[in-house]
T-cell receptor, first 113, second 112 residues
């Protein structure tokens, strides 16, 4: 079974803090994705990566950065957390190729005070 | 860029009812996905289909490529089916290296 794990299920941070969210997959997937999910807005793509050291901006990259130093690990960084970044963050991975199934982690619910 | 519309947004049913959730998209696609998200957050893939129909237990997914429309049916619904159901298609129809675009989801609540 594909396993995608995220470093925390719940996280509480203060405004201005640097926040690291980590995602690890064990299926040798080429593609990895970070989404945020807010009520009424659905899943929105923040950043994605098709290969090690590769990153591409998604629909809402402002205020975020990412790092992919190893194939299995994709990190999302909030350089200076703000209250409008309070959200559910979901990581996903998939094989390379068009329309492949994405496998999701359990999500991290982040609260920024 | 593909656009995905789901209906209804919210659905309440009585246990045992037959349920249909609809998904329409704007650009021809190679495959369409149905996903399920239970309260608590985890998202799992239910189906990936490119033509016809697929069945898994009480869940049936159909797709009409010409009409750019898919439906997810649940037969003999049960309270444990309560979840958000999400439709997803490739971002640009046939390409773009694996990016999917997601509908906003249909929140299903099945009452005992």
């Amino acid at each position: 079974d594909v396993k995608v794990t995220q470093s925390s299920r719940y996280l509480v941070k203060r405004t201005g803090e640097k926040v690291f969210l980590e995602c690890v997959q064990d299926m040798d997937h080429e593609n990895m994705f970070w989404y945020r999910q807010d009520p009424g807005l659905g899943l929105r793509l923040i950043y994605f990566s098709y290969d090690v050291k590769m990153k591409e901006k998604g629909d809402i990259p402002e205020g975020y950065s990412v790092s992919r130093e190893k194939k299995e690990r994709f990190s999302l960084i909030l350089e200076s957390a703000s209250t409008n970044q309070t959200s559910m963050y979901l990581c996903a991975s998939s094989f390379g190729g068009v329309g492949e199934t994405q496998y999701f982690g359990p999500g991290t619910r982040l609260l920024v005070l | 860029k593909n656009e995905v519309e789901q209906s209804p947004q919210n659905l309440t049913a009585q246990e045992g009812e037959f349920i249909t959730i609809n998904c329409s998209y704007s650009v021809g696609i190679s495959a369409l996905h149905w996903l399920q998200q239970h309260p608590g957050g985890g998202i799992v893939s239910l189906f990936m289909l490119s033509s016809g129909k697929k069945k898994h237990g009480r869940l049936i997914a159909t797709i009409n490529i010409q009409e750019k429309h898919s439906s997810l049916h649940i037969t003999a619904s049960h309270p444990r089916d309560s979840a958000v159901y999400i439709c997803a298609v490739p971002l640009f129809g046939g390409g773009s290296q694996g990016n999917l675009i997601f509908g906003k989801g249909t929140k299903l609540s099945v009452k005992p």
